[in-house]
Every structure is written in C-alpha cells, then in structure tokens.
C-alpha cells in the first residue's frame, strides 16, 4: 500500500512541475521546440533514474524484488514504462497543454503502437537516426500541434531481457543501446 500511494504521489509531483514548466513557457516566449525539448529532459531523467537505480538494481543485481506488467498481483515493482505511463496519466489529469506517451513501432501492448501518421514517421526516424530527434507538425482534430518523437532506447539490462522474453514481443533481439519506442511529445500551437 505504501508503494502505491508513493508511486502516486511522485508522479503527482513530476506532473505538477510539468505542468508548471508548460505555463511558464508560453509565458516567457519559449518556442515549442524549446519547451518540448526541456519536458523531454525531465522525463528522460525520471526514466533513466526510475529503470538504473531501482529497476534494474533490485531485479537484476540486488535480485530483492521483480518488476511485472502484474505488478500488484505479483507485489512487484513496476515497469519502467508503465511507471512512465502512470505518470503521463497524472499529468493528463490537471490539463496542462500539452501531452506524452510512449509508443513503438515493436510495441508489447498493442496499445503502444503509432496511431497516426506523424507519429509513425517519427518513430521510423528516430530508429534509423540515433542521436536525432524528430519534429513536425500536425493538425488532429480542428487543433494544430507541434509533435515531438524522442527515441527510447534499452539503457539497462532489465530493458532488453524485458522486452526480448516477453510472450507478446513483436522483436526479440533488443541489446543495450537500441532504440525501443520513442517518447512522443505534444504541445497546441496557434495558428
């Protein structure tokens, strides 16, 4: 129970400061790209530190707990993505403009696939361009939005043996260092 509410509570605070950063750009002048570019930091940071220092750590090197997709029936940790999953839906909750997921073109959940054309063509870019982000617009809607791609790539052990044994895994031949997805980041823009 401890867990869960902790898990809660740190997401509500990522989202909070998200949020905040969002506001305060448009604010300030800050260009879509420039704001897209310091949210991305932020998550990247959580995510990195999230899959390292407690993932990775307590399941593959200390082996004092696993991570599941059944989490709370297994009394597991999370996995990374759905910690990243869980926090974008805290985020969604206080309506800040602008939005995030993870998506990939070998997604585990079916969920997790490119649902329009932008984020397709993103999701191929950032795999072939390492080190390279992806930017454009799209129209969804009668709204206007300046789309983000960032890759997501295996940082930890706990990634690639994740995603290579899972039953569902469209790709099995992940290793350290391959793009997985990306982080697919969305602000309104006038127009």
Known sequence: MK???HLKASSLAIGAVLAAAACSAQASGISPKEMADALHAVMAADRTVYTRLIVNRLQNEEKVIKA???WKDDKALVLPAQMFRFGAEEVAKSKPN?????LSLWPLNKQNSAKTPVEKEGLDFVAKNPGKNFYKEETLGKKT???AVYADTAI??????CHNDHKDSPRTDFKIGDVMGGV?????ISK
């Open 3 to 5: 867990r869960s509410a």
């Open 68 to 70: 599941s997709e059944h």
């Open 98 to 102: 602008f939005s995030y997921t993870l």
């Open 145 to 147: 939005y300046f789309t």
């Open 156 to 161: 930890a052990p706990a990634c690639v043996t």
């Open 184 to 188: 697919v980041l969305r602000i309104p």
